[in-house]
């Protein structure tokens, strides 16, 4: 599977916009970019998930450079209940299922 | 919004004792896994079900491990000899999709404890 570099926390201030990197450097053609989050004690949650254009949803938006070797999770406004911990996952296209493979993600605290 | 539910929430067992943990996927979603997070470590995958056949597993899911389909709506995993080191969060996903754009759908998790 295709590795991804992410720092290992980060911090930000309640109603203020957040960007959470990921680095993904060996990235193939046809891996999409996937982006999941563990709130404190619960499951796993799809948040967004990307090719190559930029992404929105209601829960975030995903900005994807040019090159694909890097992307950004933008939450534009920061409430206490998005403090978790967010993994960027590459989506394994060589595989018969597309398990997700995590790894360590970044751990976002929201200050109030 | 339809979600993946499991049981038990918590069970505490003891060491070389069989465990079930159950999972009812969301109704229309084909593929099902397991995953496992141990104690402040990463989530890692164990096996993946489809078509009534496991289609792949890690190489954590050894020959203790054993999962099932047995009604058409619950999905289980079982750990026939359960050990100190199986104590974890188990984490149950479903999708409607194999593809790699599809969405996996998590569970709550049921957190096992092997005393």
């Known amino acids: 599977d295709a590795k991804t570099t992410q720092p290992n926390s980060m911090e930000s201030n309640e109603e203020e916009p957040v960007h959470l990197p990921c680095n993904h450097s060996?990235?193939?053609?046809?891996?999409?970019i996937h982006w999941y989050r563990q709130l404190p004690s619960q499951g796993p949650e799809y948040v967004i998930h990307g090719l190559t254009s930029n992404v929105n949803n209601r829960m975030a938006s995903l900005a994807i450079a040019e090159d694909r070797k890097s992307s950004t999770l933008i939450l534009h406004r920061a409430t206490l209940r998005d403090a978790a911990v967010y993994y960027c996952?590459?989506?394994?296209?060589?595989?018969?299922?597309?398990?997700?493979?995590f790894g360590k993600g970044t751990l976002l605290t929201v200050n109030p | 919004e339809p979600e993946v539910t499991q049981t038990p929430s918590h069970q505490v067992t003891q060491m070389g004792q069989e465990v079930i943990l159950r999972c009812v996927p969301i109704s229309n979603h084909l593929y099902f896994y397991w995953y496992r997070q141990i104690l402040g470590q990463k989530v890692e995958f164990l096996v993946s079900f489809y078509n009534n056949e496991i289609s792949e597993k890690s190489e954590i899911f050894d020959d203790q491990f054993s999962v099932e389909r047995p009604d058409g709506s619950n999905f289980t995993l079982k750990i026939r000899s359960t050990k100190l080191e199986d104590s974890a969060m188990y984490f149950c996903?479903?999708?409607?999709?194999?593809?790699?754009?599809?969405?996996?759908?998590f569970g709550e998790g049921s957190r096992l404890t092997v005393l």
């Open positions: 060996t990235i193939s053609g046809t891996d999409y």
């Open positions: 996903a479903s999708s409607d999709w194999a593809a790699n754009t599809g969405e996996l759908f």
């Open positions: 996952i590459l989506r394994d296209s060589g595989g018969s299922n597309y398990k997700l493979t």
